[in-house]
């Protein structure tokens, strides 16, 4: 089912909440009626004014769109009022039209203008080859993919293409610019065999000056991928991505000591698990097997070493790890603060 999902932030309550969204279908123009209270639902077509059902514009019994029978398309305009409560609120909206644009949603406050929308997603079924085949697989069409025919499409040219086209074009400098490193080699020897006066093989970052001569790479520019990271934009090599991509993968443990001068221990541990299962594969819980791991390694450790704060960090933080991948088979990030008092 299509669904609208949506966030609002609102500062008082008992305000209300206008949704204005129109949905293209398919080419015209002519007929317009009523498909229900607060919905306008218009139908451009060819065909004569009245001649279209509305129904047949609605998906079959097995979410079928027949629209490609109909001669045009279709444009609905919906309207809901909603209340909202003081604070955060999350709205869902469902029966959304399948092909929706979600550029013409519009939420307008009729009370208070500092009601404002946080966050808006539009939920639907994403097309892949998988879903296609089964929407069509037991109707009378052949279905080709590249499991059962010897099928590819590529949107780089053959070798005599580009040759054509540098017939055509016959270019005096020649910069190849896309595919991958092999690619834009052959492609610039290419372009030299055919007898192009001026070929520059660059790479991301060198910038090229084309006029006036000589036309060659003149220096480099920052490049790579930038990513928006709330409020920032970094780079995406930043370590807290890398960070970020373990602590979703592994989970992460915090453990907090306390040990006095002779490296005893004054309370029992602190221990936090995040993103890490409750119990193993036989039903053992994973926290009081840590508990055990830390409580051991503490005791096994000889006094002397218990004194030095990273000494015992170090060992905890092996511990830990150890006692959860024999459990759990991954190894999480792990903190051990040692306090001494």
């Given at each position: 089912m299509n669904g609208l999902n949506v966030r609002f932030w609102k500062r008082i309550g008992g305000m209300g909440m206008a949704c204005v969204a129109m949905a293209a279908m398919g080419t015209t123009a002519i007929a317009a009626e009523d498909a229900g209270p607060s919905t306008a639902l218009t139908i451009y077509s060819s065909a004569q004014p009245g001649a279209i059902p509305p129904e047949l514009y609605k998906p079959d019994e097995f979410?079928?769109?027949?629209?490609?029978?109909?001669?045009?398309?279709?444009?609905?305009?919906?309207?809901?009022q909603i209340d909202l409560k003081q604070g955060r609120s999350s709205v869902r909206f469902t029966d959304v039209a399948s092909e929706i644009d979600p550029t013409t949603v519009a939420f307008v406050s009729l009370a208070d203008p500092a009601t404002r929308v946080l966050e808006q997603n539009?939920?639907?079924?994403?097309?892949?080859?998988?879903?296609?085949?089964?929407?069509?697989?037991?109707?009378?069409?052949?279905?080709?993919?590249?499991?059962?025919?010897?099928?590819?499409?590529?949107?780089?040219?053959?070798?005599d293409e580009l040759a054509e086209l540098i017939g055509w074009i016959r270019p005096q400098v020649l910069v190849p610019v896309h595919g991958e490193p092999l690619h834009l080699s052959e492609h610039a020897?290419?372009?030299?065999?055919?007898?192009?006066?001026r070929v520059i093989e660059c790479r991301n970052g060198d910038l090229v000056r084309l006029a006036p001569d000589p036309a060659e790479i003149v220096d480099e520019v920052p490049h790579g991928r930038l990513y928006k990271d709330g409020?920032?934009?970094?780079?995406?090599?930043?370590?807290?991505?890398?960070?970020?991509?373990?602590?979703?993968?592994?989970?992460?443990?915090?453990?907090?000591l306390a040990i006095n001068e002779k490296g005893a221990l004054m309370a029992d541990p602190e221990i936090e698990l995040l993103g890490i299962p409750e119990k193993g594969a036989r039903g053992e819980v994973i926290a009081e097997a840590v508990a055990e791991a830390v409580l051991a390694t503490v005791e096994t450790l000889p006094r002397p070493r218990r004194r030095d704060p990273d000494t015992v960090a170090e060992a905890v933080r092996r511990a830990v790890?150890?006692?959860?991948?024999?459990h759990w088979g991954k190894?999480?990030?792990c903190h051990v603060h040692v306090l001494t008092v």
């Open positions: 979410g079928n769109q027949n629209r490609g029978d109909l001669p045009g398309y279709a444009f609905v305009k919906q309207e809901r539009y939920q639907f079924d994403l097309v892949s080859a998988a879903k296609l085949m089964e929407r069509y697989i037991d109707q009378n069409i052949t279905v080709i993919t590249d499991r059962t025919h010897l099928v590819h499409v590529s949107g780089h040219p053959r070798r020897a290419l372009a030299r065999s055919l007898g192009v006066p409020s920032l934009i970094v780079e995406s090599e930043s370590r807290s991505f890398s960070e970020r991509r373990r602590l979703s993968f592994s989970g992460f443990v915090t453990v907090a790890r150890a006692a959860i991948t024999s190894k999480p990030l």
